[in-house]
C-alpha cells in the first residue's frame, strides 16, 4: 500500500508541475529562422570594389507545447542591418502577420520576407549597409511577447525599442533614434567611383 501511495502521490507531483508550467508558460513555442544570402560584386579597381549583398529571410513557428491556443498571434520580424560609413545599426524593414495554431495547418505556420538588397563600397571610401541580424516576436492579441528569437543576443530593453520602430529607421547602440535610414545617393556614387577607379596603368 506503502508503494501505491507513494506511486500516486509521485503522479499528483508531476500533475501539480505540468499545471504550474503551463500557467507560466501557456504557450511554448520552436522558433525557426532561416536566412538567404548572397554578394554579387559590381566592380573592382586598384583599391577597392563595389558589392550588392542580398539576404532573405524565413520564419517558421510551431506550437511545442502548452494549452490549446484558439486565439490568433502575432508575428513579427525585424530585419536589421547597419549603416558602414557610421556604425548605426537600421531597422531595414518590418514584416507583421496575424497566425492562429489549428489541427488544420499542424499548430505551425511560416512565411518569408522579401529580398533586399543591400550595396557597399570598400577601398578609399567605405560606405552602404549591411545585413546584421533579425528579431523575431510573437505577441498575443493584446500585444503582450509571448516568445521571441534573434541571431544576436538582445535584451528586453532592446526588443521593447525595436518593436516601437518602423521601416528605415536608424538608431546607436543605446537605442537613441538618429533618423531614417536612407541612400545617400550621390555619395555612394562618389564612393563607388573611387572604390573602381583602375588607378595609373604606368
Not at 71 to 78: G, Q, S
Not at 103 to 111: T, V
Request: proline share 3%; hydrophobic share 35%.
Amino acid at each position: 500500500m506503502k508503494k501505491k501511495f507513494a506511486v500516486v502521490g509521485l503522479a499528483t507531483l508531476i500533475t501539480a508541475a505540468t499545471v504550474a508550467a503551463e500557467t507560466r508558460f501557456p504557450l511554448r513555442l520552436d522558433i525557426d529562422v532561416s536566412s538567404r544570402t548572397s554578394m554579387d560584386k559590381l566592380g573592382a579597381g586598384a583599391d577597392g570594389e563595389v558589392k550588392v549583398e542580398k539576404v532573405q529571410l524565413r520564419v517558421k513557428v510551431r506550437q511545442a507545447g502548452g494549452k490549446s491556443w484558439p486565439d490568433p498571434v502575432t508575428a513579427e520580424l525585424y530585419v536589421i542591418g547597419k549603416q558602414i560609413q557610421t556604425g548605426y545599426f537600421a531597422v531595414i524593414d518590418v514584416v507583421k502577420g496575424e497566425y492562429t495554431f489549428n489541427s488544420a495547418n499542424d499548430n505551425a505556420f511560416e512565411f518569408q520576407s522579401k529580398q533586399y538588397s543591400l550595396p557597399r563600397t570598400s577601398g578609399n571610401i567605405n560606405m552602404g549597409g549591411t545585413y546584421e541580424t533579425y528579431l523575431v516576436v510573437i505577441a498575443d492579441k493584446d500585444g503582450n511577447v509571448i516568445d521571441s528569437r534573434s541571431g544576436r543576443h538582445i535584451r528586453d530593453k532592446g526588443i521593447a525599442f525595436i518593436r516601437e520602430q518602423g521601416p528605415k529607421t536608424l538608431f546607436d547602440r543605446d537605442c537613441n533614434v538618429i533618423g531614417e535610414f536612407k541612400p545617400n545617393r550621390e555619395g555612394f556614387s562618389a564612393a563607388a567611383a573611387a572604390a573602381t577607379d583602375p588607378g595609373d596603368n604606368y
